[in-house]
């Protein structure tokens, strides 16, 4: 379709589409929606937003005899023996249907009534009349029994004259795999091949070492089946959440409904994809996507700012590979009662890998990813290079990795690979802590620092020096840092909890518990990560941060036990650290001797203070933290921006929680406090006794549950423990914060 006449005809048809006359099934008509169109860039372009939901509103039967008519053609031409010749099977028709089907799929899903008609249409089996008596039905020795196997697909059962044939959906599905390993189209032509279909691995790294050569045209085939693959996969983004009320008062507070709808509800085409017994067909697509997503290098030589002049279609087709491999082994196949319960083959491959040269692949790959971006920004050259988009997709590819392989995870923590990806973590939380689009990216950082943490070694291992903190972009820099990863470690946390202006407040509690879980293990922690410790010990137990919330002294709790393991294990190595905590020692008696009444009156005082003041600039809602060593909140580079803090914006300043004397380290202004505690319950465990953070050996903690409202005004008097905890499930199990609404929490004498 090369002029505007060709064009027109193909604009033509589908304004007859939206008739509200039904096109014959037989008509000619229908060959035009796959020989016309000769790029993608003409079916999108052309099949406008308003044509089809006109049609689709209009005329459904046309909707329908369409999508017949072009799945139907598109499995025609995977089994012709010609495919892709050009002049008996062209490729292009093949393509030219894919493209109709990705284009038309989106608006079915996103009309709710149409939800009975699109599962009837692609789900349920279908009937086709047969043109032969059916044969003598054999006698049924066991009741129920099939013969076929689970490995064998049931293409028919024939039923008098009528054959009851499987799903479109599940056709289509095979149909489109099959193409993408489908010699000629997604691979290269290979002589003496007698099988068109051939489920060869496409890069080399985890299990194949023999590259495989490529074309431009093949890699846009594969691009283009990929992006109908994941245009299927993508139907639970149009559920829509009020249906759905019934099942979201059932779940406990703070619990995401996300994580529950689509495990409930589930997604037909990812169901069947990801259940597969077919082991090839897993392992070749599975090594398919993740090779070419870990092999890609986007830090090769190019013309400077090519980007800004054309896309990449090599980058479009990484990313497809990649967020197709993420949504095949991130999907929780829903539980139909059957026992024992479907398995997702591509996790559990996944989780299986164990040669220490795959291991090696996976962790240059990722690091490679990873790393691209800080290269991208330090360029000479500003805006030169473009930094890859796929970071957060690699960063939760390698949370996965973590979590679902045991032997990854030991891997990269015995090889000492885990700093380098703790400290390439931190850059992305930092970089994104304000930005409220990347709020997700910061939480899954944070928890994959958590996952990491639970690892003894890790903890060890942050006591190397960390000298390439030079290397690192302005918004993760500290000027004058000289110190070991973990100083880094628990000043880039400061950082996160100070700075991001209230935003991170559901994930406090993952924050310090990373502190936790590795605090037994730090050793000659340096003056500024220690001073760190301490103005956030200084922010917790301020009265109206502790009054704010019940809950918000497990926060303080945590950080206790942190300080107490660091004593505990690791007292002699830690001479600094000790210093600091002396210098700071009325701190805590100020803190042992809290009573609610004390506190009360504390932040009844500074509420008086604050009303009589008349000085702007001495106001104590500023959000400007002095300090009397300027401390570190300014040491991070001049070109970051500076942020408002919010757990240190407490009142600390007379009475009996005077916060900032001679003796200690840093003088702070007194303020109205930005509350922003987390829900998070502790343990049953007494304070007297000795804390769990201090087990060196210590296995895997459980996560935090949030407090019902049954359960307020029912904990007991003395102090309980928090608990170690990881970060093996899914954000939407950590509880959200809750933000402290004017008298919306009563403390009394019984919490």
């Known amino acids: ?92 028709e093949a393509l030219n249907c894919v493209r109709i089907i990705t284009r038309i799929l989106p608006f079915l899903y996103e009309a709710e009534h149409l939800e009975s008609w699109e599962d009837k249409f692609f789900w349920q089996r279908r009937k086709k009349h047969s043109k032969t008596e059916p044969p003598n039905t054999p006698e049924v020795l066991f009741d129920g029994s099939n013969s076929s196997g689970l490995d064998e697909k049931e293409d028919e059962v024939k039923d008098g004259m009528i054959e009851y044939i499987r799903p479109l959906g599940e056709e ?3 149909t489109l795999i099959d193409l993408l390993f489908f010699v000629g189209f997604t691979l290269p032509h290979v002589e003496r091949s007698k099988n068109k279909v051939t489920y060869a691995i496409w890069q080399n790294g985890v299990g194949c070492v023999t590259p495989m050569q490529s074309t431009k045209e093949i890699e846009n085939n594969r691009t283009e089946t990929l992006r109908l693959l994941l245009t299927l996969s993508s139907r639970s983004l149009y559920m829509p959440a009020r249906r759905y009320k019934p099942m979201l008062q059932t779940q406990s507070p703070g619990h995401s409904f996300v994580s529950d709808l689509v495990p409930a509800k589930g997604v037909k085409a990812l169901t069947y994809i990801t259940t597969c017994p077919d082991k090839q067909i897993v392992l070749s697509l599975l090594c398919s996507q993740l090779n070419t997503t870990l092999q890609y290098n986007g830090s090769t030589w190019r013309v400077p700012y090519d980007h800004v002049v054309t896309k990449n279609p090599k ?68 805006g030169s290079q473009s930094s890859l988009p796929w970071a957060p997709e690699m960063l939760m590819l390698f949370w996965e990795a973590l979590q679902c392989n045991k032997r990854f995870r030991s891997f990269i923590i015995d090889r000492d690979r885990a700093s380098e990806f703790a400290i390439l973590v931190l850059f992305y939380a930092l970089e994104y802590k304000t930005d409220q689009a990347k709020q997700g990216v910061v939480r899954m950082c944070v928890f994959i620092l958590q996952t990491l943490s639970t690892e003894p070694e890790f903890g060890k291992h942050l006591n190397k020096s960390f000298a390439t903190q030079e290397s690192l972009p302005p918004s993760a820099k500290i000027s004058g840092f000289s110190g070991t990863y973990a100083d880094f470690l628990i000043i880039s946390t400061h950082s996160l909890i100070t700075t991001s202006k209230g935003k991170l407040d559901a994930i406090y509690p993952a924050l310090l518990a990373t502190i936790n879980n590795t605090a037994p293990y730090l050793q000659n922690l340096s003056a500024p990560s220690s001073s760190k410790l301490i103005q956030l010990f200084a922010s917790m137990s301020a009265p109206s941060f502790l009054l704010a919330n019940e809950t918000n002294y497990a926060l303080l709790q945590s950080l206790l036990e942190s300080i107490n393991a660091i004593i505990e294990h690791q007292y002699s190595s830690n001479r600094i650290f000790v210093r600091t905590l002396l210098k700071a020692r009325r701190r805590f008696e100020a803190l042992r001797s809290f009573t609610l009444e004390s506190g009360r009156e504390e932040m009844e005082r500074l509420n008086r203070q604050r009303k009589e003041s008349t000085d702007g600039a001495d106001d104590l809602t500023s959000p400007t933290r002095l300090t009397r060593n300027g401390s570190f909140d300014t040491m991070r580079s001049p070109q970051s921006v500076r942020r408002t803090p919010s757990l240190s914006n407490v009142p600390e300043e007379g009475g009996t929680f005077t916060i900032g004397d001679d003796e200690d380290s840093e003088d702070d202004d007194g303020r109205e406090p930005m509350v922003t505690p987390s829900q998070s319950s502790p343990s049953n465990q007494n304070s007297h006794t000795p804390s769990r953070s201090s087990s060196i050996d210590e296995p895997l903690p459980t996560q935090l549950k949030g ?13 309980t423990a928090f608990s170690r905890h990881s970060s093996s499930t899914s954000l939407s199990s950590h509880p959200a914060a809750i933000m402290s609404p004017t008298g919306g929490f009563s403390p009394s004498p019984v919490w």
């Not at 990484?318 to 591509?346: A, E, R």
């Not at 359960?711 to 102090?719: L, N, S």
Request: aromatic share 10%; hydrophobic share 40%; net charge negative.
């Open 315 to 382: 980058q479009v087709h990484v990313s497809y590979c990649l967020q197709f491999l993420l949504i095949l082994i991130l999907y929780p196949i829903p539980d139909d009662g059957h026992d024992p319960p479907p398995k997702n083959y591509f996790r559990h491959f996944l989780g299986r890998l164990h040669r220490p040269q795959d291991f090696d692949f996976l962790v240059e790959g990722m690091l490679r990813t990873l790393n691209q971006p800080l290269q991208a920004t330090s360029s000479y050259l500003p």
């Open 707 to 719: 407090m019902s409202e049954k359960a307020r005004g029912k904990m007991p008097a003395t102090q």
């Open 1 to 92: 379709m090369g002029n505007s006449d060709s064009k027109l005809v193909f604009k033509e048809g589908i304004f007859k589409l939206s008739q509200p006359r039904a096109i014959p099934a037989d008509d000619v008509y229908w060959t035009g929606f796959w020989k016309l169109p000769e790029s993608a860039e003409d079916v999108f372009s052309l099949f406008t937003i308003t044509d089809l939901r006109r049609t689709r509103d209009n005329s459904l039967d046309n909707i329908e005899t369409l999508l017949n008519a072009v799945i139907s053609r598109l499995v025609a031409l995977r089994h012709l023996p010609a495919f892709p010749d050009q002049d008996l099977a062209p490729a292009k």
């Open 172 to 174: 289509l599905i095979d």
